[in-house]
């Protein structure tokens, strides 16, 4: 960890950038050389498009930048309804309704 930067400040700023986040894992934030610190993390949002968290990605990358002079960001985004740590997000399915034609003849 960069002289001056704690990981709980770090995944603190990620958490109020933006709305929606609720867990910051898989922290790491290294100095690649004097004046260049890099970070990649994964930060669980709530349930959205993929299309819908392109402003998020913006907001943690600009209040990282701001506060810490991040400039280098892996981030990989992970949906809140997936298994921690699951290859294959499986969402919880909302449950079934029944017809009236949902019964054998």
Known sequence: MP??????????????ATPGVSNV???HVWTIR???VAL????????????????SMH???DALRT???IE??????????CNDGA???????APATLTAHDHSH
Do not use: N, W, Y
């Open 59 to 61: 907001a943690i990358k």
């Open 3 to 16: 002289r001056g930067i704690t990981a709980e400040e770090v995944a603190g700023v990620i958490q109020t």
């Open 40 to 55: 990649s993390a994964h930060v669980v949002l709530d349930d959205q498009a993929l299309s819908q968290t392109m402003p």
């Open 67 to 69: 506060r810490f002079a």
């Open 72 to 81: 280098h960001t892996t981030i990989q985004f992970e949906c809140s309804q």
């Open 87 to 93: 290859l294959i997000c499986t969402p919880t399915a």
């Open 34 to 36: 004097p004046g260049f």
């Open 25 to 27: 894992h898989d922290l």
